[in-house]
């Protein structure tokens, strides 16, 4: 009889285990269990960046388009735990911005996808429609009442997820875009537990880093320009060397009125696996150069992510840089000073003034 009491216990707890198991990547085209996945191009004219974050079940918690940061709520699912629709809203403001629809193959790829927005033009409801076409191999095809696109996978990971694609749009524009994907049994985020020593030089003294300048400042917040909620403005000017055609990763960490010690905020956007305070993305070097300069390399941290109480505050901003998965170079600290109450960031000032030379 226990044995039996003991068999139903596991199987209850299996079951409830497995339900909590979403799959909300597959709507992204991405399968394994995705932390988050930044997208980005390489056109030189005008560079996008999408960002999606799943938690450890597999449900999808926000996304960023650009400089948009959105919140993600009433998720619908099948029977098999697909997501079949969301609504997303602007984390500042929470002004609903539109719904998703998704339709599977029988392969369980995104076949279909449904967007409905009011337009900005006469307050009108619009619905962007997406049909996904596959074909042989590395080859598939977009077709939407905006646009249609053919793309080519140039790479995967080891999850079988590509990270690569080449983008051709029917009036003949075409770039490549990059995936980079965290996994949540993998995770890459760098930690913030660096020092200058580990960090001015490279395994591979070849490929190396030089920031020329630093520039922080205080702006509205860029989504929705508003007037109560600000963002931190971070730029770096930076020359990676003897990198020609590969990824470099740049990231800003922040740190408390302790140089080294990272400024703790779990329960902020922007974090290394550790809980710190960090933001970065990724940017693809020239091909036709072994050296690629980003001179105006821009960011932006709410100063809600910071996680700071009220009061008067000093924290310290530093950039590393990244390649082949080994630090490659860092600027020096910027310490800034400010002064919270509720929403607003007053007193705002940097030693030195607000950018060090290199501009």
């Keep these: 009889m226990k044995r039996v009491v003991f068999a139903i216990a596991i199987t209850f707890v299996v079951s409830v285990l497995y339900a909590q198991k979403y799959h909300d990547a597959i709507a992204f085209d991405m399968k394994g269990n995705v932390k988050e996945c930044t997208i980005t191009d390489n056109r030189e ?81 619009m619905t962007e429609t997406t049909e996904y076409m596959y074909g042989e191999g590395e080859v598939f095809k977009t077709v939407s009442t905006l ?64 920031f020329h300048g630093t520039r922080v400042g205080k702006v509205y917040h860029i989504p929705e320009d508003s007037r109560d909620d600000y963002d931190l403005f971070l730029q770096c000017n930076v020359t990676v060397y003897n990198i020609k055609g590969q990824q470099v990763q740049l990231t800003a960490y922040v740190d408390g009125p302790t140089r080294g010690k990272g400024l703790y905020a779990p329960n902020g956007r922007h974090k290394t696996s550790e809980g710190n305070v960090a933001i970065g993305g990724v940017l693809n070097s020239r091909t036709d150069s072994d050296n690629t300069r980003w001179p105006h390399y821009t960011l932006t941290l709410p100063f809600s992510d910071l996680c700071l109480p009220d009061g008067t505050h000093t924290i310290n901003v530093r950039w590393f840089a990244q390649a082949q998965g080994k630090f490659i170079g860092n600027s020096e600290f910027q310490i800034i000073h400010f002064t919270k109450q509720g929403k607003e960031i007053t007193n705002f000032y940097v030693d030195g003034g607000e950018e060090t030379p290199g501009f």
Excluded: C
């Design 147 to 210: 646009n249609s696109i053919l793309y080519y996978i140039k790479s995967f990971d080891n999850r079988g997820n590509w990270i690569k694609r080449r983008k051709i749009i029917k009036d003949g524009i075409n770039y490549d875009e990059q995936r980079l994907i965290v996994y949540w049994d993998n995770n890459v985020t760098p930690s913030n537990k660096l020092n200058s020593n580990s960090t001015s030089t490279s395994a591979n003294s070849s490929v190396k880093a030089v």
């Design 45 to 125: 004219s005008f560079s996008s960046v999408a960002k999606y974050y799943f938690s450890q079940s597999g449900e999808l918690l926000s996304e960023i388009d650009g400089s948009s940061e959105m919140e993600v709520y009433n998720h619908l699912r099948d029977s098999k735990g697909f997501l079949i629709g969301y609504s997303i809203k602007r984390r500042f403001g929470k002004q609903h911005v539109g719904d998703y629809e998704f339709e599977y193959n029988d392969a369980n790829r995104i076949k279909k996808k449904n967007f409905r927005f009011y337009s900005s033009i006469g307050g009108r409801e």
